[in-house]
């Protein structure tokens, strides 16, 4: 019997080679990336203790988002629903309260930041939460990101959702 | 009588399967090590989270059902969760209670009052 005594051609090893490269280097960023999702979720995003550090900042403030007297053209329709800080919310240290940046905004706002890190989160929070009558206070504890659902600060304005 | 195949393998041969075989062994390895040191380092910071969450839950539905005075420093978290409570603060209509978990970490629960 006659023996093949071939075997692979260097253009079906290529061939096989750059097949498989192909295949890691899309496999790859993906699973690289599980862990960090991972991470940030497990350490930096919605932390417990953090949560209830709004909620109670939400209840504190409550009165005074709705009482335009008080905190004057900072909460003015805009600053609801573009999402910048207000007068009244940036750097907050109230009632002994840790000392935070809070943001109040609308769901359907096109929420971004230059804080690499922090417009990681808004946009899994836009990709992960989907209520389009909610507003949400948002809070940045140093490298940690929080928020919870709130009422509409402002029941009287006449402005619509994403401006 | 067919003829048999009698060339087998070169020294050569087997020593490039060997060197092939031994890489492929070693990465698997590491990945396997990695895989298994970062599960048990998810593990741990899970088991964190979920213990973190469940004690602020109890103290502060503790605070709402006996109120914040009735809090005492061992009988909030029930037997088989070990938590205490560290230290107790009213200031400006604001409760800070700071629990001690089971591995010695502090996490401190912010509550409203009117």
Redesign the interface.
């Known amino acids: 019997?006659k023996?093949n005594n071939k075997g692979f051609f260097l253009a079906e090893t290529i061939v096989v080679i750059a097949l498989v490269t192909t295949v890691m280097a899309f496999v790859y960023p993906n699973v690289s990336k599980l862990?960090e999702n991972?991470k940030n979720k497990?350490?930096y995003y919605d932390?417990?203790?953090d949560l209830?550090?709004l909620?109670?900042y939400s209840?504190?403030l409550k009165t005074d988002i709705e009482n335009k007297t008080k905190v004057g053209d900072a909460i003015g329709c805009k600053n609801f629903i573009v999402n910048e800080k207000t007068t009244l919310l940036d750097n907050s240290s109230?009632?002994?309260?840790?000392r935070i940046t809070l943001y109040i905004t609308g769901y359907m706002t096109e929420v971004s930041d230059t804080d690499y890190n922090f417009n990681k989160y808004l946009k899994r929070l836009k990709k992960t939460t989907y209520d389009s009558a909610s507003y949400r206070l948002i809070g940045k504890f140093g490298t940690r990101y929080a928020s919870i659902k709130i009422d509409n600060p402002n029941p009287n304005r006449n402005c619509n959702l994403g401006g | 009588m067919?003829?048999l195949?009698k060339k087998g393998v070169t020294l050569i041969e087997l020593i490039v399967s060997f060197a092939l075989v031994s890489v492929a062994v070693g990465y698997f390895y590491q990945t396997l090590f990695t895989v298994k040191k970062?599960y048990s380092k998810?593990q741990k910071?899970?088991q964190e989270?979920v213990d973190?969450?469940y004690a602020?839950?109890i103290v502060?539905a503790y605070i709402d059902k006996k109120g914040f005075d009735a809090l005492s420093k061992s009988k909030v978290c029930p037997t088989y969760f070990k938590c205490n409570v560290l230290s107790k603060?009213d200031?400006?209509?604001?409760y800070?209670v700071t629990i001690t978990m089971e591995n010695d970490k502090n996490?401190?629960?912010?509550?409203?009052h009117e």
């Open positions: 019997m023996n862990y991972y497990a350490l932390q417990p203790e209830y550090v909620k109670a209840e504190i109230k009632n002994g309260l840790p | 067919k003829k195949n970062l998810s910071e899970t989270f973190k969450t602020l839950r502060d603060v200031a400006d209509n604001i800070k996490v401190v629960l912010y509550k409203y």
